[in-house]
């Protein structure tokens, strides 16, 4: 127990100073952001729960195919808000846009052997 509280606390705490940082400096919250910290974290809370480093391989090429896919919200987001579309609309829009294009992508890896 007391390692998924670790996990959480360190976690939560990246979230939180990117989003003070980008208060100060929306470039520098980006680029910290934009870091594969999540990945990161993910890669060293697996290898630390199983001990398997062929398990982390796999996720961090699921990672590659999936984070290629990602590039659709970070797109659509910031065009459909400068096209006068208000935030929640344009976060709903880039959201489902962007789900629908993860499960074509999981279903088009899935047939070609890659992923579980």
Known sequence: MLDYAFKVAISALLIV????IS???TLLGAALASLPITSLLAFVWLYWDTGDAQRVAELATNILWLALVSMIFFVSLPVLIKAG???WPSLSVSLALTATVYLAMAFLLKRLGIGD
Do not use: D, I, L, P
Not at 17 to 20: C, D, N, R, W
């Open 23 to 25: 208060k100060r400096s």
């Open 17 to 20: 100073a990117v989003t003070e």
């Open 85 to 87: 579309w208000q935030f």
